[in-house]
């Protein structure tokens, strides 16, 4: 296999990829067939010196099966794109999603626009996953890993459907404290791709709950300015973000292009600095150059 290889990083097009096991700097699985892109390089590193940041890409053509890999078997903060497998897990495994779920106001944690305002009522399952998924709702995450047995749940869940990468240590809002080093709540972009594309491409789920959490991202409020900007605008975008301490921004997506197959798409970047602000913008940077990649 050829493969370029620059300060640590490759960016290839390969068939028949695999997900590594997440360490710092990864070799690139092996492939039986593989083109290097060489100008996605500089573009990638460039992105990562403009907004001192370290970058993850990984994106698969569901198709073609080309895919573009940058830094995509390092690990990164998954922060809050785990709600989107949270609930891909919950789909799974629960029976009744109307079933009403009570909680009281010493469960709200931060940043939960709407369990705040049922307190009195509850929730359903259907709903807390709407809450999280759309509008990245901490406490309808955390109702939801009470659901599958806590984080350890949620893991185990992952590890049946071949995830053997994701560690999922934590609940809201701890899980995204990020410190360089920790592995806890951690994945790779390749692993949080692959997880994903088993619930919204994949049968992991049946057709009818397939559609409802492809809805779930498809009208997410939280992406505008990640991947579905950097990708043509008459492309349907299901996405779910994530933002991390140390300056960490994350965008997960399944991306479908008019009159092609979908397109699977995780991009993850920390600054390693603690009070370090986010940037959307090299999100959104990193997506077009992914696209323009896959070509």
Not at 35 to 54: D, G, H, I, N, S
Request: with cysteine.
């Amino acid at each position: 296999m050829r493969r370029l290889v620059l300060a640590g990083v490759s960016v290839v097009l390969l068939i028949g990829s695999a997900c590594s096991s997440g360490a710092v700097a990864a070799p690139t699985p092996e492939a039986s067939s593989t083109t290097t892109v060489r100008p996605q390089v500089a573009r990638f590193q460039e992105l990562e010196k403009q907004y001192a940041a370290r970058l993850g890409v990984f994106a698969v053509d569901t198709g073609s099966r080309r895919t573009v890999s940058y830094r995509a078997d390092e690990r990164f903060a998954f922060a809050s794109t785990v709600k989107s497998l949270a609930c891909g897990v919950l789909l799974r495994q629960a029976k009744d999603l109307d079933k009403l779920i009570r909680y009281t106001a010493a469960d709200l944690v931060t940043y939960s626009p709407i369990t705040e305002k049922h307190v009195d009522t509850g929730l359903t399952l259907y709903q807390l996953c709407d809450a999280a998924i759309r509008y990245s709702d901490n406490t309808a995450a955390n109702l939801i890993l009470v659901e599958l047995g806590g984080p350890a749940g949620l893991q185990r869940a992952l590890r049946k459907l071949g995830d053997g990468i994701t560690n999922v240590n934590r609940n809201e809002p701890t899980l995204n404290e990020a410190t360089p080093g920790d592995r806890r709540d951690t994945t790779t972009p390749c692993q949080l791709a692959t997880s994903l594309q088993k619930f919204t491409l994949g049968h992991a789920l049946p057709p009818a709950k397939r559609a409802i959490l492809n809805n779930w991202l498809l009208t997410n409020t939280t992406g505008d300015k990640t991947i579905r900007a950097g990708v043509p605008k008459d492309w349907k975008v299901g996405d779910k973000t994530g933002t991390a301490g140390y300056g960490g921004r994350n965008d997960v997506a399944v991306i479908w292009p008019p009159n092609r197959a979908p397109i699977m798409l995780a991009i993850m970047s920390t600054k390693g600095v603690k009070d370090a602000p986010t940037d959307d913008a090299l999100i959104a940077a990193a997506a077009a150059a992914a696209i323009n990649a896959l070509g």
